[in-house]
């Protein structure tokens, strides 16, 4: 069993920026990716971005390409989520879910976080 816990969520204007931290403990072995997802009001769950956990390499959605950066913290099995230029559309709670399955960066996460409110205010 994999743990997973988001943090660092929070209020803040549009074109600032906010930084969120992915903790994973527990069995985390046979874990293949960590990804970034976001949930509006009245929206479907999204992708937002992902990162492979022992190649480092990342996947972003077209919509956070240029803002957004994931990446691998010190700290063992942390990650991160910076989020520069926040516009309002931003606003959802994210999700950090871990992964077993190598490939498809969309899909396929068997862990998820209990998620952390983003509010972008204009």
């Known amino acids: 069993q994999v743990h997973v816990a988001e943090s660092g969520g929070g209020l803040v204007q549009a074109g600032g920026s906010l930084r969120l931290s992915c903790a994973t403990s527990g069995r985390a072995l046979h874990i293949a990716k960590i990804g970034w997802f976001r949930q509006a009001p009245g929206k479907d769950r999204e992708f937002v971005a992902a990162?492979?956990?022992?190649?480092?390499?990342?996947n972003y959605a077209d919509s956070v390409m240029g803002r957004f950066t994931v990446s691998r913290d010190n700290a063992e099995n942390t990650f991160s989520l910076q989020m520069n230029s926040l516009k309002s559309e931003d606003t959802a709670i994210y999700y950090c879910?871990?992964?077993?399955?190598?490939?498809?960066?969309?899909?396929?996460?068997?862990?998820w976080g209990q998620g952390t409110q983003v509010t972008v205010s204009s």
């Open positions: 990162i492979g956990w022992y190649s480092s390499v990342t």
């Open positions: 879910a871990a992964s077993k399955r190598p490939g498809n960066w969309m899909e396929g996460y068997d862990y």
